[in-house]
């Protein structure tokens, strides 16, 4: 297992981190899974033993259920709760009332104190707004994340699923005010999902901001169970929930580059779906989640899947963004400023 810097901070996080939304079961989380106590603990306890150090939740994850059997599971292992970087997050609907959802400095506090008592901590290490809010003014979000950093109860901030427009606005803001920027994007990027690259890469590169990407594997997609001619079973992760959304064409075109591959390395193809994803650069850690504790095996020995120069080209060429202005005139325009 590798660890890297979050961001542009001295923080080293394992390659992979242990997501937590099948962790429960409540609400429209039953459709990713519906761990309880002994299972959790049973994830929880092999990840940790394979090195990873990084664990994510979010207060919405079946409705604060992920949070307590997170917690409970770290008492329950005796795991120093210093040798983990925990994050969390807030924004999603908590309750009926017209102000328990968003981001504002009520719903902020109030959740980031109702997130310490889940987890059963005097901390959190990472607590990350978990998309915008367009009615509460930007400044107040900061200023109460902020204050949570003075506070002692947060240690770093981030943001999860914003627009490259968002994210700038809120560094800028951040800098030229003096208060705590965010360290670190969670956002959607796979091999079958490379939106990412077209804005949000480039600000993550120049800005020295983290990387950690949810749903590697688009949802189950790229598993290994889905092929043009097994299109998944009654009853399977994406039949019941097709989410996130997939060109599943081109999908099937990457899984077809993706199985050789695979069976040349004597690896699956989930593994080096997930090995991609660790080669690139800007990522810092790759969140694998797992309902079962093969699914959870077959992710950790993504790291030691080592892909060739070569084996990146035929994987770029056959999942590539097409080109898309302002992108190609860019690219058009940089050849008299090259070093």
Known sequence: MKYNLLGNTGLKVSELCLGTMTFGGRGWAQAIGSLGQEQVDEIMKRSIDAGINFIDTANVYSEGLSEELTGQSFRNLGIDRHDLVLATKVRGKMGEGPNQVGLTRKHIMDQAEASLKRLNTDYIDLYQIHSYDPLTPLEETLRALDDLVRSGKVRYIGASNLAAWQLMKALSYSTYNHVEKFVSLQAY??????????????????????????????GGFLSGKYTRQNQGEEGSRRTGFDFPPVDKEKAYDIIDALQPLAEAKGATVAQVALAWLLHQPVVTSVIIGAKKMDQLEDNLKAVDVQLTPEDLQKLDEVSKLAPEYPGWMLDFTVGDRQI
Do not use: C, H, N
């Not at 796979?190 to 949000?200: C, H, N, S, V």
């Open 189 to 218: 990027y796979t091999i079958a999902g490379r939106d990412l690259e077209r804005e949000l890469v480039p600000l993550l590169q120049d800005q020295k901001v983290g990387l950690m990407v949810w749903s590697p594997l688009a």
